[in-house]
């Protein structure tokens, strides 16, 4: 636990959820923005339980001192044990009242602990008359560094809750372990064992029906945002070099939210703002302790010798115009666009917002807006 204790002591973790955020960019930009004019839409704040990665955690002796406490996100304690506090809040499964949407949760590997929720559109909750129509296969990867937030906290579920009905599609919220206790490439490998056991659907023989017969698995896609859309993008570079997905399952594109990407040489404004470069690569090594560093192909693409492998034929990249890692997700373009890929790939950039907005702001402008367009990419499938 010390080393863990040790890789972490220059991390400064904001007291805002907008780990990213900066100054809005003095350049001018012809990327499609989402809104003209500020937004005047308040911010919701979600009560958040506090709970502890080991299940005696009630029983801690109250001598447990605390050795790094990174409030409002976790702490760390010098027995070793971890107690998290972003999105450690659980909101059961249901109907939702206002959309319809239904959701379930399901365990994908007993051996792991590896879940998923999974939800479906009103349209096509079972007990209708007539068999509704098999709709797209959404695999949504969450965010929040590899350390915090689950599928069931509020912000995930309201976040894909509303996803579901807005694009009228099946989708399948991941949880994957988290680091320090599981670090990095956990995450990425547990990611992919969800993929696989929902592709395994596909014949309408697995075990959720759901998944059987509401379907369908010739228009799949991966979303996330954050880490989640670094997940998404690598759940893609294992289809393409797996030569697609199984079964007849086909993998149609990505959406990729604010993707947490990052380099060992700056790009665009990250030069303005060196101490929080210092915290994204301090957050990386604190979840890959034994990364290479910042140019490792897991969080830099551009290093990556696979990238023109990605195995899907569309791509939409969200940007946030005063996120950190906007830069990212635009040289991201730059890379794909340059290498033996072949797609299509497009940017759409958020005028005054911060880092993953759509989660604490889902109703402003900029979210809504954001929203459509991911709808409308799967829709043109």
Known sequence: MSSIINSIQTLQFST????????????????????????????????????????????????????????????????????????????????????????????ISPETGVKARLYVPNSSVAGQSQSPKKLPLVVYFHGGGFCVETPFCAKYHNAVNTLVAEANVVAVSVDYRLAPENPIPIAYDDSWDAVKWVVSHSEGTGPEEWLNSRADHERVFFAGDSAGANIAHHMAIRVGLEGGLSNGSKLLGIALIHPYFWGAEPI?????????????????????????????????????????????????????????????????????????????????EAAGDEHVFHLTKPTCENAVAMLKKISSFVEQS
């Open 16 to 107: 805002s959820l907008h780990f990213f955020s900066s100054t809005p960019s003095s350049s001018s930009s012809s990327l499609p923005k989402l809104r003209l004019k500020p937004s005047t839409t308040t911010t919701t704040t979600t009560k958040l339980f506090c709970i502890s990665s080991t299940p005696d955690a009630m029983a801690a002796p109250t001598t447990d001192e605390v050795a790094r406490d990174f409030f409002p996100f976790l702490r760390i304690y010098k027995s070793g044990r971890i107690e998290r506090i972003a999105g450690a809040d659980v909101v059961p499964p249901s109907i939702d009242p206002k959309t319809g949407v239904e959701s379930k949760d399901v365990v």
């Open 268 to 348: 665009g404004n990250e030069v303005k703002f060196p101490e929080k470069g210092k915290w994204a690569e301090g957050i990386w090594r604190f979840v890959s302790p034994t990364t290479t560093g910042v140019d490792d192909p897991y969080i830099n693409p551009g290093k990556d010798s696979n990238l023109g492998k990605l195995g899907c034929e569309r791509v939409l990249i969200c940007v946030a115009e005063n996120d950190l890692l906007r830069d990212r997700g635009l040289y991201y373009k730059e890379i794909l666009e340059k290498s033996d890929w072949v797609g299509r790939v497009e940017v759409v």
